[in-house]
């Protein structure tokens, strides 16, 4: 079974530029997360859909941020416009069950910001 | 508000020694606790979690955690280092058994010694 991935793996964009992530979760599952971290701090929550609602919103840093699940299977996230801050990695992760809350990360992608 | 700390943000122990990682959390409800590992260019991979139940979790690769509400603490242990383990170590904590966002410490980054 494919594990969660995520593309592309690395990305070096000028401040001021656009930039979308994507998500592929583990099939089946309907929960998606998305994690931030930056500048070796910790990781910290984005976002969470389920299937294709926006459930918890609660970390998106500012509307320069839009994330979409469209159909409930991939999910994107967009910086529009990029900022020097925005620079680190990105993790998506995806879960199946409600109880337990095992989520499954992905490798993340590493946006860096110039 | 729950929170975590993890203790040291570099850890360095010889081939073979104990492997003792130390994280602390605050919650004002029961907490689902994690162990995750980052491997260098790879993905997040859940070591070991506690929900309910025995307080001592064994964990993949030799490691485990204990549960100590009264210390609110779930240090990670290995017997024996190998240099297999040299990884980034994360500790977490989860608000409850539904799908929900995951509350990260900052790290702790392993280094084995020969």
């Known amino acids: 079974e494919a594990g969660v991935t995520q593309f592309p793996s690395h990305s070096v964009i000028e401040k001021g530029q656009t930039v979308t992530l994507r998500c592929d979760p583990i099939?089946?599952?309907?929960?998606l997360y998305w994690y931030r971290r930056v500048m070796g701090k910790e990781i910290k929550f984005l976002l969470h859909?389920?299937?294709?609602?926006?459930?918890?919103e609660s970390g998106m840093p500012n509307n320069r941020f839009l994330a979409e699940r469209t159909g409930g299977t991939y999910s994107t996230l967009k910086v529009q416009p990029a900022e020097l801050e925005d620079s680190g990695v990105y993790f998506c992760?995806?879960?199946?069950?409600?109880?337990?809350?095992?989520?499954?990360f992905g490798p993340g992608t590493r946006l860096t910001v110039l | 508000a729950q929170s975590v700390t993890q203790l040291g943000s570099h850890v360095s122990v010889s081939e073979g020694a104990l492997v003792l990682l130390r994280c602390n959390y605050s919650?004002?409800?029961?907490?689902?606790l994690f162990w995750y590992v980052q491997y260098p260019n790879q993905g997040l991979q859940l070591l070991l979690k506690?929900?309910?139940?025995?307080?001592l979790v064994k964990g993949i690769n030799g490691f485990e955690a204990e549960f100590k509400k009264s210390e609110t603490s779930f240090h990670l242990t290995k017997p024996s280092a190998h240099m297999s383990d040299a990884a980034e170590y994360f500790c977490?904590?989860?608000?409850?058994?539904?799908?929900?966002?995951?509350?990260f410490g900052s790290g702790t980054r392993l280094s084995i010694r020969p």
């Open positions: 859909f389920v299937k294709e609602s926006k459930q918890d």
């Open positions: 506690y929900t309910t139940g025995a307080t």
């Open positions: 099939s089946g599952h309907d929960n």
């Open positions: 919650s004002s409800v029961p907490p689902y």
């Open positions: 992760a995806s879960s199946q069950r409600v109880w337990g809350n095992e989520q499954f």
């Open positions: 977490a904590v989860s608000p409850d058994s539904s799908a929900s966002k995951i509350i």
